[in-house]
Every structure is written in structure tokens, then in C-alpha cells.
């Protein structure tokens, strides 16, 4: 007698043309799964990640093998500092395109490189740029040699006017108060600053100062600021006090401390 199990199982046929594609790399089986979306934009992030690795390896090894080879600056531009006077900028950068010790060293590809990334520190350390991108871009001048590239800073400016004002009330006393500060006033990196308070202790305060860098490095910087201000004691001492005076200030900043030398005039 014929087994009955062999007779009732299914017999699974498979036509000539059917696909016998099986998933990989972790497709989904369903072709209309929700998942289906995320496995294809992972694929793809993750090949754009592969690209990008590869071509930064790519341009490292093009860099570091042609680090000797002959490479001259013809030009600097800064391009977004519409508000900045091209003079102040001369100050800036002139210094890292010129060797110090007046001796002419041969000027290679490296040599380049350690210029354009003083220069991105000398510009921020201006504080008047909140993005610097540099790039190394063929020379616009048809005088140029071959051997010569421009180096460009694409830049974008801080905002230059800020206001802000406070109220304070306790202990008897209230008080109102507003400062101003006006960024990169004259194009030199200058900051002016002004503020006023109206209290009933100390009955109105003016201050206005003008701090203004020295020297292109942005080390030493000088400070002019004036003052006034009347203060009420009739509560308890039956009398008032009036001071109004000028300062003068110089601060030289190094990399471990700051020395100020300041000078007081009372009228």
C-alpha cells in the first residue's frame, strides 16, 4: 500500500524562468517593506562615505609626495571683509609672507601650506570673522608664473552692533541700565563701547570707551575710556558725590599672561 504521508505532501515546481535571485548585503525579502527605503539610503550614505574617505587618502598621498616641489604665493585676497579697511588686513598678513630674519628661502609647496594656516589664525584672531575657509586657487594675474597660486580667504563678518539693557530692583534701591557696543567701528578692528544706568542710589552713570589694536599681531592693544558718574548718599550722609574722569590704557598679551600699564586723570 502506497505511503499516504508521500502523497499528501506538497511537490513545490519551479518554471524556467523564475528567479532564483536570492537577497544580499542585507535587502529586505519584501520588495515593499517599510525597510526597504532605509537599506537603500544606507547603501548609499554608506558608498558616499567610502568615496570621500578614498579621496581624502587620495589627496593626502598627492600632498605629502609633492611637498618639495617649487610653489611661490602671487597674490592674498579676502574676499566678505567689506567692512574692514585693506590697509588694517595689510598689517595682518604681511607679516607671514615676508621671512623675519630678511633671509630668501626657497618657497615649496609646504612652505605654502604653513602660510595659508598663519594667516587663518592671524584673521581670527581679529575676532571680526566668525567663518574663514582657505583655498589655493590659480592666479588671477597673467603675470604670474607657473609656479605661482593665489591664496584666497573666503570670509564672513561678525555682526558689528550689539544693545543690551537690564533693570534691577532690591535692597531699597532700583536701577536701569543700557549698553552699546559698535564692532569693527573705523575698520581697524576698534570696538567703541558706551553705557548709561539711572538708579536712585547712584543717580545716572556714563562710560564710553575705544579699545583699538597696536600692532598687526593683535598682542597689544590701547584703551581710552571716559567716565561719570553721581552717586546720592542724602539718605544717611546728607550729601552727594560727583567723579568724572579719562583713562588710558595699554595692554600687551603673550601666550601665558597679559601685562596692562594704565594711566588715571580725574576732572
Known sequence: MPNDELFSSPIELRGPLQSTRSPKDGEPKDAYAGKLFQWQQYRIQRRLEGEYQ??????????GGNLSTPLKVSRVRIEGASNTRPGFLSRVVNPYLHDAAGLEQESTLETVLHKTKE?????????????IVPEIETPQSALAGIDEVDLVFRCEERGRLSLKSSTEVGNGDASA???VK?????GGAEEVEGS??????????YRLSLIAPLTGSMLTKGELTTYAIDNDYQAWAS?????????????VSTIRQVA????????
Request: net charge positive; aromatic share 12%.
Open 54 to 63: 578614498s579621496q581624502v587618502f587620495r589627496l593626502s598621498e598627492l600632498v
Open 119 to 131: 594667516i587663518t589664525y592671524a584673521l581670527a584672531r581679529t575676532q571680526l570673522f566668525k567663518n
Open 177 to 179: 541700565s543700557a549698553n
Open 182 to 186: 559698535f564692532r569693527n567701528a573705523f
Open 196 to 205: 548709561v544706568a539711572y538708579g536712585m542710589k547712584t543717580q545716572h552713570t
Open 239 to 251: 550729601c552727594k558725590e560727583a567723579q568724572k574722569g579719562i583713562k588710558a590704557a595699554v595692554s
Open 260 to 267: 596692562r600699564c594704565e594711566a588715571y586723570g580725574k576732572l
